[in-house]
């Protein structure tokens, strides 16, 4: 009938170990494509940074770069701080800018871990990282990895790279760019220290040579200005300076000293310049060293000199500086002041003598007056013993005259209180008796020549106590001495209430009775 059918053509697979295989070699081609893409990268960024001289620039352009490698907007770089006790966070990106300024120590945070272990820290989440910084603003941070700096085994600083999208992390490729950039990026920041150090150097030797030139003008100044003149030497002894006060004192222009020895030194002046100039190159200080020099027009000038040696910028000696003063004008004055001085001195000498003579008469004056003063001073002694005496004795009879007084005061109480208690008595019982004219006038002379009798020996007081009875004379008496009631009765064997009667009789005799007047100080005040 017709031709057989012929079957369609069948795709035939790869057997399954094969298959396994080519996908392993297409898995790295594509890492070494990647890798291949990395190193060009890490080749043209090893070209911009050794480029980079400026250290903040560089550190710009490092952080910018790694961020372009892992494909991130969020960064940072910590260095070491000079005290090697916290980092410090220099420049930041992204969310990393505003930190500027943040300090970790060892063991915090990423930056402090990467530090302390010297290895790379990776974290997935770092929001919700325990260890992580408080800042708010990083809250919204996912992956973040820290890679080391690090210089013969220390760490010098973090490279840091941080994402925000929850579903980007960084790879183990990651970590290997960036510890293969971190060693490029330190190359580049040795550099730049190394570039900064040596234009310190060069900014500070320039500053060192400025200083040097205006400190020579300056001394060149000073010397030109010196009223002192000055002269320069060679270790040959040639002059190099002269200022313009040594041409003024001693004569010569510098065009005729410099280059040449300066025949100044008078000959007997020679040994002493001779063993200065020894001590001079032996390193002492030559210090306001008297000596003489001539002039141009041989005039000899007494001169104070001082010199010391200068060197070059090594230890080697370059020469001596001179500094000379004419002291002639002062050893004139000097003269003329010890020519004065030796008249003083006769003068003085006359004096003395004369000071000698009215001195032996003063001593004997003196003498004099200390014999008169001596007696005097025993005539003093003498008053002073006697007029002690006599003090003693006015004290001894003031004395006796108080105790007289009291005595006297005593036996005046006593006799009027004899007189009350043992003849008044009597006599009023006479009186009251029948009694003619005669006997009436008798008793009358009787008081009377009794009442006469008794007076010397009637005080103040007792005069007062005249009208008072016995008892109470006995009881004024102790009111007196400042007795109360109840010492009053049992002294005179009374009662207390006998004891208030007889005082307010005491108080009626005196006219006291409706007064408030105290009745011991009434009794006292008749004594004075």
């Given at each position: 009938?017709?031709?057989?059918?012929?079957?369609?053509?069948?795709?035939?697979?790869?057997?399954?170990?094969?298959?396994?295989?080519?996908?392993?070699?297409?898995?790295?081609?594509?890492?070494?494509?990647?890798?291949?893409?990395?190193?060009?990268?890490?080749?043209?960024?090893?070209?911009?940074?050794?480029?980079?001289?400026?250290?903040?620039?560089?550190?710009?352009?490092?952080?910018?770069?790694?961020?372009?490698?892992?494909?991130?907007?969020?960064?940072?770089?910590?260095?070491?701080?000079?005290?090697?006790?916290?980092?410090?966070?220099?420049?930041?990106?992204?969310?990393?800018?505003?930190?500027?300024?943040?300090?970790?120590?060892?063991?915090?945070?990423?930056?402090?871990?990467?530090?302390?272990?010297?290895?790379?820290?990776?974290?997935?989440?770092?929001?919700?990282?325990?260890?992580?910084?408080?800042?708010?603003?990083?809250?919204?941070?996912?992956?973040?990895?820290?890679?080391?700096?690090?210089?013969?085994?220390?760490?010098?600083?973090?490279?840091?790279?941080?994402?925000m999208d929850p579903g980007k992390n960084f790879a183990r490729q990651d970590l290997w760019v960036l510890s293969r950039f971190a060693d490029l990026a330190l190359i580049a920041?040795?550099?730049?220290?190394?570039?900064?150090?040596?234009?310190?150097?060069?900014?500070?030797?320039?500053?060192?040579?400025?200083?040097?030139?205006?400190?020579?003008?300056?001394?060149?100044?000073?010397?030109?200005?010196?009223?002192?003149?000055?002269?320069?030497?060679?270790?040959?002894?040639?002059?190099?300076?002269?200022?313009?006060?040594?041409?003024?004192?001693?004569?010569?222009?510098?065009?005729?000293?410099?280059?040449?020895?300066?025949?100044?030194?008078?000959?007997?002046?020679?040994?002493?310049?001779?063993?200065?100039?020894?001590?001079?190159?032996?390193?002492?200080?030559?210090?306001?060293?008297?000596?003489?020099?001539?002039?141009?027009?041989?005039?000899?000038?007494?001169?104070?000199?001082?010199?010391?040696?200068?060197?070059?910028?090594?230890?080697?000696?370059?020469?001596?500086?001179?500094?000379?003063?004419?002291?002639?004008?002062?050893?004139?004055?000097?003269?003329?002041?010890?020519?004065?001085?030796?008249?003083?001195?006769?003068?003085?000498?006359?004096?003395?003598?004369?000071?000698?003579?009215?001195?032996?008469?003063?001593?004997?004056?003196?003498?004099?007056?200390?014999?008169?003063?001596?007696?005097?001073?025993?005539?003093?002694?003498?008053?002073?013993?006697?007029?002690?005496?006599?003090?003693?004795?006015?004290?001894?009879?003031?004395?006796?005259?108080?105790?007289?007084?009291?005595?006297?005061?005593?036996?005046?109480?006593?006799?009027?209180?004899?007189?009350?208690?043992?003849?008044?008595?009597?006599?009023?019982?006479?009186?009251?008796?029948?009694?003619?004219?005669?006997?009436?006038?008798?008793?009358?002379?009787?008081?009377?020549?009794?009442?006469?009798?008794?007076?010397?020996?009637?005080?103040?007081?007792?005069?007062?106590?005249?009208?008072?009875?016995?008892?109470?004379?006995?009881?004024?008496?102790?009111i007196k001495e400042g007795k109360t009631n109840k010492e009053i009765a049992d002294l005179m064997f009374l009662s207390k209430n006998t004891v208030l009667f007889h005082r307010?009789?005491?108080?009626?005799?005196?006219?006291?009775?409706?007064?408030?007047?105290?009745?011991?100080?009434?009794?006292?005040?008749?004594?004075?």
């Amino acid at each position: 009938m017709g031709h057989d059918a012929v079957p369609p053509a069948r795709k035939l697979s790869p057997p399954a170990p094969l298959a396994a295989s080519l996908a392993r070699l297409e898995r790295r081609c594509r890492r070494l494509q990647q890798r291949n893409a990395y190193l060009s990268a890490l080749h043209e960024t090893s070209l911009q940074l050794i480029e980079r001289l400026d250290r903040k620039e560089l550190l710009e352009v490092i952080l910018e770069r790694a961020a372009l490698l892992t494909g991130t907007q969020h960064g940072y770089i910590y260095l070491l701080e000079p005290d090697q006790n916290e980092m410090h966070l220099r420049v930041g990106k992204g969310i990393f800018s505003g930190l500027l300024g943040v300090r970790v120590k060892a063991g915090q945070a990423i930056g402090g871990m990467v530090w302390q272990t010297g290895k790379p820290v990776m974290v997935e989440d770092y929001g919700a990282w325990p260890e992580r910084l408080t800042d708010r603003a990083l809250d919204r941070l996912r992956a973040v990895v820290g890679i080391p700096l690090k210089s013969r085994g220390q760490v010098l600083g973090v490279i840091g790279l941080a994402s925000m999208d929850p579903g980007k992390n960084f790879a183990r490729q990651d970590l290997w760019v960036l510890s293969r950039f971190a060693d490029l990026a330190l190359i580049a920041l040795d550099k730049a220290g190394l570039y900064e150090e040596l234009k310190r150097e060069l900014t500070e030797r320039e500053r060192t040579e400025v200083t040097l030139r205006e400190s020579e003008e300056r001394y060149r100044q000073l010397l030109e200005a010196s009223p002192d003149p000055v002269v320069v030497y060679d270790m040959a002894g040639n002059a190099t300076y002269a200022n313009p006060a040594f041409e003024q004192t001693f004569g010569w222009k510098r065009h005729e000293l410099l280059g040449k020895n300066i025949d100044f030194v008078p000959p007997e002046s020679w040994p002493e310049t001779r063993q200065a100039i020894e001590s001079m190159l032996s390193g002492q200080k030559i210090l306001l060293f008297e000596t003489r020099r001539l002039t141009k027009d041989g005039r000899v000038l007494d001169v104070q000199l001082s010199s010391t040696l200068y060197r070059e910028l090594g230890s080697r000696a370059a020469g001596n500086i001179v500094t000379l003063r004419d002291i002639s004008a002062q050893k004139r004055a000097e003269q003329e002041v010890r020519r004065y001085h030796e008249h003083l001195e006769e003068l003085v000498a006359e004096r003395t003598a004369e000071l000698a003579q009215s001195n032996r008469q003063l001593e004997q004056e003196i003498e004099e007056r200390r014999r008169t003063q001596s007696a005097l001073m025993r005539r003093e002694v003498e008053l002073d013993a006697q007029r002690q005496h006599l003090e003693e004795v006015n004290t001894a009879l003031k004395v006796l005259l108080k105790q007289r007084e009291a005595d006297r005061k005593e036996l005046g109480e006593s006799v009027l209180s004899n007189v009350k208690e043992l003849v008044e008595p009597y006599l009023e019982r006479l009186k009251r008796g029948r009694l003619d004219t005669g006997q009436e006038i008798l008793v009358g002379i009787l008081e009377t020549n009794l009442g006469n009798i008794l007076s010397p020996f009637i005080s103040q007081l007792s005069s007062r106590y005249f009208n008072f009875t016995p008892t109470e004379i006995r009881l004024a008496n102790l009111i007196k001495e400042g007795k109360t009631n109840k010492e009053i009765a049992d002294l005179m064997f009374l009662s207390k209430n006998t004891v208030l009667f007889h005082r307010q009789n005491i108080r009626r005799k005196l006219g006291l009775k409706r007064q408030k007047v105290n009745l011991r100080t009434h009794l006292l005040s008749f004594d004075r």
